[in-house]
């Protein structure tokens, strides 16, 4: 019987030792804090659980253009929404725990590290710290998968102190909303909490070091959700990288590398995040780490240390739950032998949950632009859709890339309230090489959002046969 210990019990660590379980092996899975990871107990989880009662609160803002009036104004009960948040975080983690428990995984709530091994041995030594003080305990493993996750990035003169200057993490323990929230960095997860604070009527500011949200989005879905930001009264400081952040009783003060200040009652640091990779005796079995820490694999999961995965954040191939789980099975089949299809990141599909959302599959606008790939495109805006005009939309679009001969779909973007569900049928077209002709034929339920997918496949279709 194989036996593997997966250090972290993530999106990457758990689904493996799923995979792993269901094939048999001997599996012990280490997890320091929580099973289900930093994305059931901080991340993921919980934003979307905030950003869920963000949207309650934003759809009474909506009535009045519905013709229905509410008399009063909705009140957000922060302490009351966090306790739901932090809730539904830990039942997930119960609940995920349990399962693994009853697929035959022990789990050490502990931390591990590999031991120095002795030259060419097959094996790898993992010496767990367990949580509740107890004696060391030393697991012998033919396979290790390294699922350990990232941290909040730390900039040296703006520490969180967990009042004022805030990770994403510590968001939920906060007791009222802030009077003015300055949020530094506008990656995903700085516009994900502008959208929910701004919806919750907390005036925000944003400091972005490029020149527009979401850098590496659809620029058209990053233009729309700029002016969204705007018309909902949210600052946004362009080209700006904060330097400094220091806190008072008052509030706290960002100073920006031009000199400039800019002032709020707290500072909620999005900068991005570092692997959590520096203590766990790589060197002992000769894994090098690259020089931002993360741990270099294959498409396969494997590292450059025979016996040794790795998989989810700490690779740093693409940050995202459903990547980190589907390189953890892998991870597992390709280790007990059977047969398995390689990491294919172009088929990804991703979702930004802001207010409309943005969800996008596949090649998009760069690799398009830069000529990497060649493309037919079209924007059909959602204004045009007529359940969008009955629900009072007025923002958003579908857009569809398309080989320019045969029409197969190869990527797509959504601005939608519900692009994160509406995607699926573009994200099976570009998985299983639909044409935009397959779209265009299928039947959509009139009327629906999702009618503008279909309509946008019609639109990409050529009208003569000479392809
Ligand atoms: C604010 C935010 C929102 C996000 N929203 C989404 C989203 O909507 N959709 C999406 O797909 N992705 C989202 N992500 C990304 C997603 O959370 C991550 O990609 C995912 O958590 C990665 O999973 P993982 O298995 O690599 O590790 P993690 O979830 O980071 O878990 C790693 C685990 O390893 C444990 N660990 C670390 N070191 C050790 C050790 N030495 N021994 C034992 N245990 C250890 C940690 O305690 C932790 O529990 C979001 C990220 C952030 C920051
Ligand atoms: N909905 C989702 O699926 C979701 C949500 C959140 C995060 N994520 C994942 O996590 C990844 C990381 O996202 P992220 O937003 O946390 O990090 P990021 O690294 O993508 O963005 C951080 C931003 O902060 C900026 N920045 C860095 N230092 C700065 C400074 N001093 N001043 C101002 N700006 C500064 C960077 O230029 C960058 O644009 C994403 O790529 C995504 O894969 C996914």
Known sequence: MTRIVILGGGPAGYEAAL??????????????????????AYDCVPSKTFI???????????????????EEEAVVDLPRVNSRVKGLALAQSGDIKATIQRAGVRVIDGRGRFRAAEDNSATHDIEITP??????EVVTADVVLI??????????????????????????????????LVVVGSGVTGAEFVSAYSELGVPVTLISSRDRVLPHEDPDAAATLEEVFTERGVTIEPRSRADKVVASAEGVRVTLSDGREVTGSHALMTVGSIPNTGDLGC??????LRETGHI????????????????????GLLPLASVAAMQGR?????ALGEGVSPLRLKTVASAVFTRPEVATVGIGHKQVESGEFAA?????????????KMQGLDRGFVKIFCRPATGVVIGGVIVAPVASELVLPLAMAVQNNLTVDDLAHTFSIYPSLSGSVTEAGRRLMQHDDLD
Request: proline share 6%; net charge negative.
């Open 131 to 136: 949580s509740n003080g107890s004696a060391t």
């Open 296 to 315: 270099t694999v294959d498409r396969v999961s494997r590292t450059s240390v025979p016996g040794v995965y790795a998989a989810g954040d700490c690779t």
């Open 330 to 334: 892998i991870a597992m089949w390709h």
């Open 147 to 180: 699922a350990t996750g990232a941290s909040p990035r730390v900039l040296p003169d703006a520490v969180p102190d967990g009042k004022r200057i805030l990770t994403w993490r510590q968001l939920y323990d906060l007791q009222e909303l802030p009077e003015h």
């Open 376 to 388: 037919r495109e079209v924007l059909l805006p959602l204004g045009t859709n007529p359940r969008a």
């Open 283 to 288: 060197d002992a079995v000769g894994l090098e």
């Open 52 to 70: 869920a009662s963000a949207g309650v609160r934003a759809g009474f803002r909506r009535n009045a253009d519905m013709g229905i009036e509410v």
């Open 19 to 40: 995979v792993a379980a269901q094939h048999e092996a001997s599996v012990v899975l280490v997890e320091e804090d929580s099973v289900g990871g930093y994305c059931v």
